[in-house]
């Protein structure tokens, strides 16, 4: 069952003839329709599912690039049913207006059980993606979601579908590209910034070459004065 696990009516039967009587009975339906934006904020692909290779004991990673097609910024949050085994990098962050960031999922791939073929596994893991609008560029901490829970909506739950690892897909290609393109961002954000010009210590003031070496000069002169004494 879920972690997440979100209440709501099962559909009707089609053909029953039944009807809720006037003012009740909707209470499903307005639940349902309550957690779904009524736009949405993000853009997801792949849209509905999550691809692994399928490696029985080992960790394998999937890929998720999410946009932000709103015209505001947008905070969004991976959950899952299987927090132990599974993570996302980044779990969560803000997108302004069309940003985009491709988010790296990891789980462990158990074996299968009894007799059953390995890529026909049923996978009982999802992945929940949740959203909300934040007023302008602001700092993510997951806090933000539990301040303002009316105003967060599903975006998209997705569903595990492992790729034979050694058999080439559309799928797999695309997934290996993604993960590239992930690995490329993430090494970005951790060089440290190129050093063009003077650097700036503090408000105003500028520290160069010519300082630094007037600076070690003036010391030099002071010790040579108090050895002279």
């Not at 934006?37 to 998720?64: H, I, M, T, W």
Request: charged share 30%.
């Amino acid at each position: 069952m879920p972690l997440w696990g979100t209440a709501s009516a099962p559909p009707a039967a089609e053909g029953s003839g039944s009807r809720a009587p006037s003012g009740s009975g909707g209470g499903g339906a307005k639940v349902i329709r309550s957690l779904l934006p009524s736009r949405r904020r993000l853009r997801l692909d792949p849209p509905a599912k999550l691809y692994f290779p399928y490696e029985p004991g080992k960790q394998v990673r999937s890929a998720v690039r999410i946009k932000n097609i709103s015209k505001s910024h947008v905070a969004f949050k991976f959950q899952t049913t299987a927090p132990k085994s599974c993570f996302m990098r980044p779990p969560g962050g803000i997108l302004a207006p069309g940003e985009s960031i491709i988010a790296t999922v990891f789980k462990f791939v158990e074996h299968p059980e009894n007799n059953e073929k390995p890529l026909e596994q049923k996978c009982k893991v999802k992945f929940k993606i949740v959203s909300l609008k934040v007023k302008g560029p602001t700092e993510y901490v997951p806090e933000l979601f539990d301040e303002q829970k009316d105003q967060v909506a599903i975006e998209q739950i997705l569903r595990v579908v492992f790729l034979d690892a050694d058999r080439p897909s559309p799928q797999m290609d695309k997934l290996k590209r993604q993960l590239a393109e992930a690995e490329a961002a993430l090494e970005a954000r951790k060089k440290p910034p190129e050093d063009n010009g003077p650097r700036i210590v503090g408000e105003g003031l500028v520290i160069d070459e010519w300082k630094e070496r007037r600076e070690r000069y003036l010391a030099r002169q002071q010790i040579e004065g108090v050895d002279s004494v």
